[in-house]
């Protein structure tokens, strides 16, 4: 049997305070609740299961106590038909899942499968702790008809009832739960191979997982003795819903531990972070990377010991994070990938906490004293003489590659020197060093601004470097700057 643990223990709030959901500007903008709080009393006159808890204030405004579990329990299966035509069951003392929150976690995933272009069809995902609600893959398939899921679970009777949400839903097609009995890996494909239910050669758009966020009952009391405020909703779960051992911490830790093992397999690795110090620890995880620690792990390898935390850097280098809101309830997503794809930066209002986990940016501007038109002319010259492949020029936009540093010194040098050397257009099939979108647009009659976004490449230092050589000439060209003026190769024009 599960054993339940409730949150919010605190005294009961007024009625009034219950009165309004703030679900607020700051939630992603796709997301249906923004500014959208439920309709207490059209719910209840839809669906006789939430009756019995909408109230209504002094002034007529219906309400519901999220102190009561049984009420937020009901709410959350009126959203669920209601909104995505779901019918769940959410057995008592379980995680009683919020839906927008839950919907901003699938809506960012979308996000960053369609700024990174990950093509995959049917796109397929792993959601780690699937829940008894079965929240994650039923709202993912619900939102997205071509989305598969494989759900993993340690709770067998989450097991149970996870699978019964997808059976009641006709979703075993796209769905498919599996009971993890090693509560020690978080991404177990190599089990799920044995047992037939991927092969060797699957691989998955992203994994997603809502960690325990406790490492002890006696931090969970910690918590709830050093709120300011109570808790505006009553939180309850499973044992294995709520704590693992050294919290989400230890949690996350250790599914990047893992994911070295099967890099690209999986395109972006997901987590939500329920802790905001839990931020800065696992970037820190990122980033810690020196010679004695490297020693360390090689003989720890040699060892046979797991110690694999103090060279992430050395292979994760491409990482993002974002936050969520609901309300009073703040949680972020922390996202990294073994590929080349580079997405933007969190682009809400920057926290401190966000601004601390953040990677290196990815995206770079200047302001330059011309209109957009001639600003474009001018730069897509000069990527045509740096041999720039694969250029796609749209109205304010350019995009492209580099296959080589052709703007060093000892580059533009040895171009000099050798007339002769390949054209841009036999360069198309090499490797390619870094792809970039410049957008540019007009911010008055008298200035424009160009944004550049790095968009694939491992090299950070070369795509920089790129980049001050063309923000450099673009000044030159604006007079900005004195000094050479680069002119370009007669070897290396091409048409447009």
Not at 426 to 449: G, H, P, Y
């Amino acid at each position: 049997m599960s054993t339940s643990i409730a949150l919010g223990s605190a005294p009961k709030r007024t009625r009034e305070q219950y009165v309004a959901i703030d679900l607020g500007e700051n939630m992603h903008e796709r997301n249906i609740y923004r500014n959208n709080r439920p309709n207490f009393k059209a719910l209840a006159e839809e669906f006789p299961g939430i009756r019995d808890f909408v109230h209504y204030s002094e002034n007529d405004s219906a309400y519901i106590d999220f102190k009561n579990a049984e009420a937020s329990r009901a709410l959350t299966k009126c959203l669920f038909k209601k909104d995505f035509d779901l019918d769940v069951d959410i057995p008592e003392n379980t995680l009683c899942p919020p839906i927008p929150n839950r919907l901003n976690y699938i809506l960012w995933i979308e996000d960053l499968l369609s700024e990174s272009q990950v093509k995959m069809t049917p796109v397929r995902g792993i959601d780690i702790g699937v829940g008894a609600s079965c929240v994650y893959p039923l709202l993912g398939c619900a939102t997205n008809k071509s989305w598969q899921f494989i759900g993993t679970e340690v709770d067998a009777d989450s097991v149970k009832s996870a699978r019964s949400n997808v059976n009641r839903n006709d979703l075993q097609g796209q769905i498919t739960i599996y009971h993890n009995r090693d509560r020690s890996r978080t991404l177990p494909l190599d089990k799920l191979e044995s047992e037939g239910i991927i092969s060797p050669d699957d691989e998955f758009a992203f994994s997603m997982c809502n960690p325990p966020f406790y490492g002890s009952s006696d931090e969970i009391q910690a918590g709830i003795d050093n709120k300011i405020d109570d808790p505006a909703a009553i939180c309850t779960g499973t044992e294995s819903e709520m704590i693992t051992e050294g919290g989400e911490v230890q949690f996350i830790t250790n599914m990047i531990e893992e994911s070295l093992k099967w890099k690209n397999r999986i395109k972006w690795y997901t987590t939500m972070i329920g802790k905001g110090e839990t931020l800065g620890k696992i970037r820190q995880k990122l980033i810690e990377n020196n010679a004695s620690a490297y020693h360390r792990n090689e003989k720890g390898r040699e060892d046979g010991n797991h110690a694999l935390n103090h060279i992430f850097i050395q292979q994760i280098d491409n990482f993002t994070v974002t936050e969520f809101n609901q309300g009073r309830t703040k949680r972020w997503g922390f996202a990294w990938s073994f590929g080349e794809e580079r997405v933007a930066n969190h682009d809400g209002p920057v926290t401190k906490k966000i601004r601390l986990a953040q990677a290196p940016k990815s995206h770079f501007s200047t302001l330059l004293p011309c209109h957009a038109a001639k600003a474009q002319e001018d730069l897509l010259e000069i990527l045509n003489d740096l041999d720039a492949s694969q250029l796609t020029v749209a109205s304010e936009c350019i995009s492209g590659s580099m296959v080589a540093n052709t703007w060093s010194r000892k580059a533009r040098r040895q171009r000099a020197q050798n007339a002769n050397t390949a054209k841009k257009d036999t360069e198309v099939s090499a490797e390619i060093l870094f792809s970039f979108r410049f957008d540019i647009q007009d911010v008055d009659k008298d200035n424009a601004m160009v944004i550049v976004t790095w968009t694939k490449g491992k090299q950070r230092e070369v795509f920089e470097s790129f980049w001050n050589h063309v923000k450099k000439r673009m000044l030159q060209d604006c007079g900005i700057i004195q000094g050479d003026r680069y002119k370009p190769q007669e070897s290396s024009t091409h048409e447009n």
